[in-house]
């Protein structure tokens, strides 16, 4: 299937998408544009629209084929921290919607939900709880035209399950999910001890239509993570997005990342090698970063 998001993606069709990539990190980029530290921004979506429109403009001016959505962190769970959970629907519908202006039929918007903050594992949090909250976020998301959905950053494998699950079941689109493996001897386990083996078993058990990692480790760092990823088998896309580096504590107190736009070129060759479908990058990662990637992989498929 040729690369063309004016046509719909299915859960169908999704398989036989070519090598994309997706787009760098949000967060830190929405900061130079005056986010604090532990400020929510998914309320930008709604009270500072232009902000968000701008970092998602810039990863499809840098060459992006997907860009996310600003809603990490929009889920019932999370909003009520800040007495706003019945902004669910509001918050998503938005953030979908500022990504779809801002890809205008020249990048796919693949919706972003992170975690709720509380473990399944352990006992905050009832699955059958978790499930209901990203229902109602993944069916915001959908609502808000949404390509397909990223359940992202995930440590606890039965909260990874149940947002699969619940994003599945309230939408039609693709669902995919990602955790973050940064922990262990060999860092290839997540906070919660989550392997490479067992993600890749979960999603692929659950219908997921892609699995992979983000955050956590540098780019270069998830070479051997997408590996581990095609040792599972070839049944789903891998999907990598790595940070710009292992942050440092600036002047500012700010979290600075320096690897350059050159590491996440130089990683191209490697993860392609490795199997990886889609590949972009996480916290630290900017635009300048995306446009090395993307010439990087065009080179690497010549």
């Keep these: 299937m040729a690369f063309d998001p004016t046509k719909k993606l299915t859960r169908a069709n999704f398989s036989r998408l070519p090598v994309l990539c997706t787009d760098g990190a949000w967060g830190t980029e929405l900061m130079k544009l005056g986010g604090k530290p532990g400020e929510v921004k998914d309320f930008w979506n709604v009270s500072a629209p232009e902000k968000v429109l701008q970092v998602a403009k810039s990863y499809v001016d840098a060459g992006s084929h997907i860009i996310l959505t600003n809603t990490f962190n929009a889920n019932r769970i999370v909003l009520a921290q800040h007495n706003a959970a019945e902004r669910v629907a509001e918050i998503n519908k938005a953030g979908a919607a500022v990504s779809k202006k801002a890809a205008k039929g020249k990048a796919y918007v693949f919706a972003s939900i992170g975690p709720t903050g509380k473990m399944v594992t352990t006992g905050d949090l009832s699955a059958k709880e978790a499930e209901e909250v990203f229902a109602e976020q993944a ?41 973050t493996f940064d922990s262990g001897k060999d860092k290839d386990r997540t906070m919660m001890g989550v392997s490479v083996a067992q993600a890749y078993e979960m999603a692929k058990a659950n219908g997921a239509s892609f699995v992979g990692a ?36 600036g002047p500012d107190g700010k979290p600075v990342y320096k690897a350059t736009p050159d590491v996440f070129a130089k990683a191209a060759k490697p993860l392609l090698d490795a199997g990886v479908h889609f590949i972009g990058g996480c916290c630290g990662s900017t635009p300048a970063h995306i446009r090395a990637l993307v010439d990087a992989v065009r080179k690497a498929q010549k």
Excluded: H, S
């Design 139 to 179: 069916a915001a998301l959908a609502a808000g035209g949404a390509d397909a959905i990223v359940v992202e950053t995930q440590t606890d494998l039965e909260e990874a399950k149940a947002g699969l699950k619940a994003a599945i079941r309230a939408t039609k689109i693709p669902v995919g999910v990602t955790f």
């Design 214 to 249: 983000n955050c956590g480790l540098g780019i270069e760092g998830y070479i051997a993570i997408a590996q581990a990823f095609a040792k599972c088998g070839n049944g789903l896309p891998i999907w990598i997005k790595g940070n710009a580096g292992k942050p440092e504590p």
